[in-house]
């Protein structure tokens, strides 16, 4: 029998759309301030890949849900990415003028509306989670294990913890096991929730999440590895963010440590590792694994 086709491009636009069309929904409120609403979609609509709710719902479907049955959580992933984008960007962080091919949120609101707006994205994305219908459809027990998933992965032990690290290293040459551990806090972290929390909402054996967490620990080392190759080889057309800022701020690197092609093989190697992760599940399996070749090929 011949081997079916399958388009990541097609699916990443089917699911992009529903994402984006829920991220509309979730973010008015009618007794919200207008400028704080209005802040909080210039980044969160500004466009993205949406790897992070992608990620949810690939994860879901692998184990017999739809999109919708998980979007409250996959959009939740990425309001709290947002969030952590607006921050990250500040002058008394990373200070970029330049997000998602736009002026950051600050540039155009203000540091305060910024903080505030990053703020109100975060708590919102638990707001949606605790939404009384879809805690409902799933179930209390599941969703309330995909809301402690996702909160570790956000906070002190996860994303905060490594932004954190992060900024005590600044001015200083991490080694390796460093920016490795930085990494897998600052950015992996997420991932692996959004890959968790997709299989814990569709039901998933402990022994399939183990294989989930494999794959997400992989996918997120190839995509940090191919973000450091971005910075040095990536054209600011396409990034929609500044390049070469990593050298400016003399941060350590994959690409500072490796050198550029060892850190593109490193990427691919750690993209391949995570599509082994997921073999048993054959072609079932397609969308993650076409996921994972994607980060390491992709041009922003
Ligand atoms: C400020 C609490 C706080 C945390 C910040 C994740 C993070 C921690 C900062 C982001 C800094 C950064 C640019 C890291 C590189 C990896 C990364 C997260 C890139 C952006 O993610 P993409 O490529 O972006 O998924 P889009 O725009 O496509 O969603």
Redesign the pocket.
């Known amino acids: 029998m011949d081997k079916p086709m399958h388009d990541l491009r097609q699916y990443l636009a089917d699911r992009r759309r529903l994402v984006d069309a829920a991220l509309d929904r979730y973010s008015a409120g009618p007794d919200w301030p207008p400028r704080l609403a209005e802040a909080m979609r210039y980044s969160l609509l500004a466009g ?2 949406r ?1 992070r709710p992608i990620l949810v719902i690939a994860a879901a479907e692998l184990f017999g849900l739809t999109a919708n049955d998980v979007m409250p959580t996959a959009c939740a992933l990425e309001m709290i ?1 947002t969030y ?2 607006i ?2 960007d500040l002058p008394c ?2 200070d970029d003028d330049l997000r ?1 091919g736009r002026p950051t949120c600050h540039k155009v609101y203000g540091e305060a509306m910024a903080v505030l707006a990053g703020d109100a994205l975060l708590t919102q994305a638990f707001a949606v989670m605790a939404e009384q219908a879809f805690v409902e459809r799933v179930g209390p027990e599941r969703a309330l294990r995909a809301v402690a998933e996702v909160a570790r992965a956000a906070g002190a032990a996860g ?2 913890g ?2 954190v690290e992060d900024l005590e290293w600044e001015g200083r040459r991490a080694g390796e096991t460093q920016l490795r551990r930085i990494h897998s806090l ?2 992996g972290a997420l991932f692996r929730a959004a890959v968790r929390a997709g299989g814990l909402l569709a039901g998933a054996a402990d022994a399939d999440l183990e294989r989930l967490d494999r794959y997400a620990a992989q996918f997120g080392l190839a995509f ?1 590895i191919w ?1 450091d190759v971005l910075d040095v080889a990536g054209d600011a057309a396409k990034t929609g963010k500044g390049v070469g800022r990593d050298a400016k701020q003399q941060k350590s690197t994959y690409v500072s440590l490796y050198g550029l092609d060892e850190a593109r093989r490193r990427a691919r190697e750690a993209a391949a590792e995570a599509c082994d992760a997921l073999s048993v599940y054959g072609e079932n399996g397609w969308v993650l694994r076409s996921l994972a070749e994607y980060v390491v090929d992709r041009e922003s």
């Open positions: 993205g890949k790897l990415h952590s984008l921050h990250d962080m990373d998602r994303m905060v490594g932004q600052k950015t940090q973000d």
